[in-house]
Structures are given as C-alpha cells and as structure tokens.
C-alpha cells in the first residue's frame, strides 16, 4: 500500500513539476499583502470601503496625513491656516509636486480634486461626498495663488482637519480628459505608487514612482477571500501580510515558525446599546433601562475581559466610553465585572427578583457575521444579564437584510450590540455619533441635557485645553448615565511573515511604506 | 429539426422570464437595499433621496417591469458595488469558471469513461471494488472539504501546486491575445489543477458508476456476444459495438453535467479565490448588489439552456432513432 501511495505521489509530480515555476518567497523588492475583498473603484470620491481605500493610500496623495498614533502630519501641504470664522482653511502645498505622468500639482488641482468630488453631474457616492462633505458642508474650493488654496465649509467643527485629510487629491488635467469608466480602473497617481496591473478578483500590483516614496519597489495585492485560504498562504511564504486572521486560526500560523499573528486593539467601538425610544418603554425591560440607575447596574453585571479572552482570542481593557485611547477620560475606571453589585443596584433600582429569580425580561438584537464573533458575543452578553435576573432573550439578525434596516431606523432593541468606527487622531470626532439629539447615529435616543448641552460648550471653547476639559465632563456624563453598555475595541488581526518588519495599526489602515525585510 | 429548435428557443424565453422574476423576486423580499448604498452617518433625507435615486421606493412590479425593459434592450443596470454595467462585471467573471468547468468536467468525463469501463470489464475484482469505493467516497466528501485538504497537502506540505489563485487563458484569447494565451496556457493548467480537482470529484465519482453500468448492461447483449463469437479483438468490442451503445446515457449526462459543475464552483471558487461568476454572485447576494446578481443568473441560465438544446441534437445525430 505505501509502495502503491509512493508511486501515486512520484506520477503526480511527474505530470504537475513540468508546469510549475518555482514556489518561491516574493523577490526582495516586492511586498505581497492578502486581504479579502478587491477594490471596487480607483477613481478617488467613489472609494468607500476600508481595504479600497488602503490601496488607494499608496496611490493618491492627501493634504494632511494621520500617523498610526493619530497624529495629524502634513503630506502633500505644508501649512495650513483656518479663518476667525472657521469656516475656510487656506493650505500651502509644498513646491515641486508633480502627478504620475508628470504634471505639476498645484492648488489648482487640489480645488479640482475637490470640486469634482462635489459635482453632483458626476453622482459620485464615495466617503468624501457621501460622509466627508455633508459632515463638514462643504462649499467650494478656490485656489488663491499658485500654491495656496482655499477650502470653504458651512459649519464651524474641530473635526474639519481631520476629515480634509481624508480627500484624495489628483491632478486636473489628466482627470478632465478621462471618462469616469477611465477614471475609476485607470488612475493617475499623485502618491508614491502607480497601478501598473488590476487583474479583477485575482490582484492589484502598484510599483514605485518616487524613489523616497516607499521601501518596497513593488507592492502585491493578492485578493483572497477565503480566511483560511490567506492564513495557509501565509504559513506557506507566498504572502507577505494578510488581513483579517481567523481568532480560531492564530494558534496555527503562531506555530507555522514562517509567520506570526500581530493583534492591535482597533479603533471600532462595540457597545450594547440601550434603546430609550419612549415606544419601547411599553414593555418592562424597555421600561427599566429608561432609568441611568439600572443602566449602571447592568455595566457590573456583564465580564467583558473575559468575552475578549475567551470569544475573540485577544486580551482587552474595557471602554470607559465612546472615545478611543489615548483621548479619552483618563479619570475613568473601567466598570468591574461585580454581579453582587449588578444585583444591589437593580434591588435599590426597585427591580428585585422575583419568585422565578427574574427582575425583568428584555429583548437584545445583534447582527450575525458583521463584527468578530458577534453572534457569541450577544450570546454571552444576554447570559451575564440572564445571571443577575435580567432574562435576557438574544435575537440574531442578517446584517445587511434585517439589522442595518432596523438600526438605522433606530428600531433595534431595547438592547441591540453594535460597533462604530472611530478614530485616533481626535475625541470629538469619536462624540460625533452623538452630535446631537436627533443624529442618525444616535440609535438609543438618548437626550441627557448634561451630555448635549456640552457640545454649544466645546464650540465656543477657546483653548484646546478648555475644549479637552468640556470633553472630559461630557465623557463623564456618559461614563455615569451614558446610553451604552461599554464593551471593547474591536481587535485586528494580522497575519505578518517572518520575511517582514509590518506594524499594524488600530486605525485599520494599512500602509507599507515604511515597512522593511527584516534583518 | 429547425422546427424543434424554434420550439425549445420560444420554451427557454419561457424559462428565461421565470428566473428573471424569481431571481428578483427573492432578492426584492429581503428588506430595503438603500441602506447599502449610504453612508454609516447618512440622514434620513439623504436615505430617502437615494431609495429614490436607485428606484428602491417604486412598488417590486413596477422595479420589475423597468428592469424587464431594460434587459430587452440587453441592458442589465450598472452594479451597484463596482460602479459599472452589471453586464461587464459578470462577462468579465465568466471565462474563469467556464475555464474551471471545462476543465473539471475533462476530470469529471475523461477520467470517469475509461474508469467505469475498466471496472466493468474487471466486474467483482479487487480492482473493480477499489475503484467503486473510491467512486463512493468521492460522492461522499463536500468538495470545499476536498479543496481544503489538497491545499494544505499539495499546495502547503509537498508545496507542489499553488494554493491559491488563477492565471487567466480564456480572456486573453477571448480578446484576441492568442500567444499570451498559449504562452500562459501551461500556468493556467498548473493553477486550475486543484480547484479543477475539487469541483470534478464528485462528477468522476458517480460518472464512473454511471459508466460502469450502462456498460455492464450493453456487455450482456446478444450483439456482444455474437461480434466476441466472430474473432473480433476485446478492445474493438468495447470500443465499436459496447461503448458505442453505451454512449447515449453518457452523451445526457455530459449536458447535465456543465450545469451542475456550473453551480458547483461557488464554494470551491471562494475556497481557492478563483475570480469567477460563482464567487461573484457569493459576494453580490452578500452585498445585495441586485444588477450583478439577476445578470449572474440570467447568463447562466442562458449557459445552461444553450448547452441542453446543442445536446439534445448531439442526441438526435448519435442515434437516428431519437427524432426531434
């Protein structure tokens, strides 16, 4: 039988060994990154998701940039200076940037890069229309001389900054001669990198224009959908980094001796959240977490270091509140697992146990497949609750179908588990999905004068340190009566080759330039 | 003949509406689609501005009958996720799958005649029970399972095949490349191995029983005997008188088959990241990406509907009984 099996295995390579190039390690001046889903568009104000908008990074140049400790760095620009309004920020571009195929980038193709954006002939749907404008309501650029150019929005916000460093820029010339179908598979760079090849579903391969651009002359983006299919490329040496490493399969490429698994804390909140909506309030559990005592009370009762540890294979500190480390409220301590004091709480609350051990009963929805392990995740939320009397039933829902529906109705609950985006490089930003009462992004209802009131006091704060101070109470309203049930920052998981030096990041963006062979 | 051609077209624009109602349908009823078209912080005008803009807020007959409209036209909506004509997004996805099913199916057909015939001709032997067993396990394994196991083997342990990915032939020629073609043709083959494999076991395994017994039963003939009575050599009985009677089962099983491997690429296709329609179509149900999903489909059903009326003459021409 092994005679047999050998001389299978021997006929085998004698058919597949002729066809086959060598197996090899990519060549030391490339770099090869899995990740799961291709690119939809090149063409900078239709870019939305995260992956498409990490290739495009090492494409596109932008006025400022973040670095991975949420610092805002010029990039392309220089300086910038922002008017008493605050409704216009001048920028000074840097001299002698020039666009893939040579031509000057000047103020001028900055105006054009975002009044294109804007242009509703063009129908673009992309973040910078879609999410950046409308958030800061931008008017019109304008260039004033040469380099200067001037970008003009309708409401005064702190954020302003930080979502200009979102746009793309390009230059005006080539883009005004290219279709959009040109326009969206064939960019012309005004970044480090060109797009040499876009074989669609298969790879993405960008090669270096500027020779301080970048370590790597060559950067491989694989499209690979399959998470074990990534992590098997990985262990094998075919791959560089991969995106998205199964918690289930960390153990095995640890093991590989060819690749590790680099965790980040993410930037992404998850929360419970409690639906104060007065319609919910019919039923007993949604009539109970309308008081911030039972609120409170159920922060104890739920072990969220041990969800992380035990469900998303990553060691946690719980979230103090929506912002993320390190700006937010250094005073706060994160809420103790403590049943016993879940359970005196609900008593004092007047919510003690009935004959059967029930408080009350409540309802919580959660998506099932959106966010790491969230099925299990709400499974687990809803039996900490179960266990200090509150008969938690968890109801799981289809993302795109069912949830998103629901949640942006602001239909979910009275408990839904959800996580939202947010970022380094400012608190406020990371507020913003309580900007106001009746925001979209406010799916509880929640309409503590305490919380609100402070956002008229963050405008009209005149040093950051008063404005950080402003911050710092609103957070503690929150931290104290606040509309979610604090969980964690949803972790990242890379999978990165012995062969390099890659740094995750948490904001999820995922840039090599810096990144070396190791020695 | 022409008559029966005219008939099975007019049958197929019949089942050609049928899907296109279902497919639509079915996708309809899932909930609203705009809230993937919007931003996370959208508003409730700018939500309802784009159910508006994509049509999502008109009643399902009247979204159907515009979509009806426009598909006369040839004209199947630009994706909603890549931004361009549904149409282009799935022709562009086709030649990797119709390369992977013809492909398998070489496996699935080539492999399971000479198989089924050496079994049947070695009836109750060591040989026969092996290869029957080995056909029983091939129906039995799922072929994702398969596609994991040869990959961790072949592709991860012995590092003989690669693990992932595809080298495009078909493209190429389609678009009047022909040395690239044939000059990538090699690589095309060396990637297409493993995913070939996964998708064509199941097919090999119950061909080669199929095979098998239509020849046993042929072999039992009078007309058999009598041509094996006359001297005639064991190697032109099976191949002139048994195989050629055994053909027609055969002949609709290979019509049958490139459909069914057609819809056995989904999984296998995600598996190996094999850029086709099936993970395409994966991706477009799981963004609800409607123009991409309905042109999937319709162009397979297309595929499909073409492939059985070509058999069913094939059919006619191999045995002149058959009338049409």
């Known amino acids: 039988m092994k005679k047999l099996v050998h001389t299978l295995l021997a006929a085998s390579a004698a058919v597949i060994l002729p066809l086959a190039p060598a197996l090899a390690a990519p060549a030391s001046d490339t770099i090869v990154i899995g990740m799961s889903t291709d690119s939809s568009t090149f063409d900078p104000p239709q870019i939305t998701s995260r992956d498409n908008s990490n290739i495009a990074d090492h494409i596109f140049g932008r006025l400022y940039d973040v670095t991975a400790e949420g610092k805002i760095v010029p990039q392309l620009a220089e300086s910038y200076t922002v008017s008493d309004d605050g409704l216009a920020y001048t920028f000074k571009m840097k001299d002698g940037l020039t666009c893939e195929d040579g031509e000057a980038l000047t103020a001028e193709d900055v105006a054009y890069s975002f009044n294109r954006a804007a242009d509703k002939k063009n129908g673009f749907t992309g973040s910078t229309p879609g999410f950046i404008f409308s958030a800061i309501q931008f008017k019109s650029a304008e260039v004033v001389d040469k380099l200067d150019v001037k970008i003009n929005i309708g409401t005064k916000t702190p954020i302003a900054i930080g979502l200009l460093t979102e746009v793309f820029l390009h230059c005006k010339d080539s883009y005004e001669k290219m279709s959009l179908e040109t326009a969206a598979s064939k960019p012309v760079a005004s970044g480090a990198y060109k797009l040499v090849k876009w074989d669609r579903g298969s790879q993405i391969v960008l090669e270096r224009i500027k020779p301080d651009g970048g370590t790597f002359k060559n950067i491989i983006w694989r499209i690979i959908p399959e998470a074990s299919t990534r992590s098997a490329e990985l262990i094998a040496g075919n791959v560089d980094v991969v995106t998205n490493v199964a918690p289930d399969q960390i153990d095995t490429v640890n093991k590989s001796g060819t690749a590790k698994v680099k965790s980040v804390q993410g930037t992404r909140r998850m929360y419970v959240g409690f639906n104060l909506r007065k319609d919910f309030a019919s039923t007993p559990g949604g009539a109970a977490i309308q008081k911030a005592d039972v609120r409170k009370a159920l922060q104890y009762a739920v072990d969220v270091p041990s969800i992380c540890t035990q469900l998303l294979n990553f060691e946690c500190t719980r979230a103090t509140g929506l912002v993320n480390p390190p700006n937010d409220n250094k005073s706060l301590t994160p809420y103790p697992f403590d049943p016993a004091m879940a359970e005196k709480l609900l008593d004092q609350a007047g919510y003690p146990r009935g004959k059967d051990g029930v408080r009350f009963e409540i309802k919580m929805q959660a998506p099932r497949g959106r966010y790491l392990n969230d099925a299990n995740v709400a499974l687990a939320v809803g039996q900490f609750l179960t266990d200090v009397g509150v008969k938690t039933t968890v109801e799981t829902l289809d993302w795109t179908s069912l949830y998103t529906p629901l949640v942006r109705k602001h239909d979910a609950g009275p408990l839904f588990f959800l996580g939202s985006g947010g970022a380094l490089w400012s608190a406020i930003y990371d507020m913003t999905d309580l900007a106001e009462v009746d925001s979209g992004t406010n799916y509880t209802s929640w309409n503590d004068p305490d919380f609100f009131g402070g956002w008229k006091d963050i405008q009209n704060a005149k040093t950051p340190k008063e404005q950080e101070d402003v911050v710092n109470r609103m957070l503690k309203v929150f931290y104290e009566k606040g509309p979610w049930l604090l969980m964690y920052f949803q972790p990242d998981f890379y999978g990165v080759s012995n062969r390099v030096d890659f740094q995750p990041r948490r904001d999820e963006r995922l840039h090599v330039f810096d990144t070396n062979l190791t020695k | ?324």
């Open chain 2, 1 to 324: 003949m022409w008559t029966f051609i005219i008939r099975r077209l007019l049958q197929s624009a019949i089942v050609i509406v049928g899907v296109t109602l279902i497919s639509f349908t079915a996708l309809q009823i899932g909930g609203d689609p705009t809230y993937l078209y919007v931003s996370e912080r959208a508003s409730d005008a700018e939500i309802a501005e784009t159910r508006v803009r994509l049509g999502f807020d008109k009643p399902l007959y009247v979204q159907y009958l515009t979509y009806a409209e426009r598909l006369a036209h040839a004209d199947f909506g630009e994706s909603l996720t890549h931004k361009r004509p549904a149409i282009e997004v799935v022709l562009e996805a086709l030649p990797a799958t119709i390369e992977l099913t013809v492909f398998s199916m070489i496996i699935a057909i080539g492999l399971a005649i000479p198989f089924g015939i050496f079994a049947a001709l070695h009836r109750g032997t060591a040989l026969d029970g092996g290869i029957m067993t080995l056909a029983m396990l091939g129906q039995s394994i799922p072929n994702f399972w398969l596609g994991i196991m040869m990959m961790l083997f072949f592709g991860l342990n012995l590092r003989w095949l690669p693990i992932s990915g595809h080298v495009p032939f078909l493209m190429p020629l389609v678009q009047g490349h022909f040395v690239q073609a044939i000059v990538s043709l090699p690589q095309a083959i060396y990637f297409l191995i493993m995913p070939g494999i996964a998708v064509g076991f199941y097919s090999l395994s119950r061909n080669a029983r199929l095979v098998r017994s239509s020849m046993l039963e042929v072999l039992g003939q009078d007309y058999v005997r009598t041509a094996r009575s006359k001297g005639i050599s064991e190697t032109a009985v099976v191949i002139h008188h048994a195989l050629r009677n055994a053909w027609l089962p055969i002949v609709t099983m290979i019509g049958l088959e490139f459909g069914f491997l057609l819809g056995g690429v989904v999984v296998v296709e995600m598996v190996f990241s094999w850029p086709g329609i099936g993970r395409l179509v994966f991706n477009a149900i799981n963004q609800r990406d409607i123009p991409v999903v309905q042109a999937s489909v319709i162009i397979l059903a297309l595929v499909f509907i073409v492939l059985n009326l070509i058999i069913d003459i094939i059919y006619a021409r191999i045995d002149p009984r058959v009338k049409l």
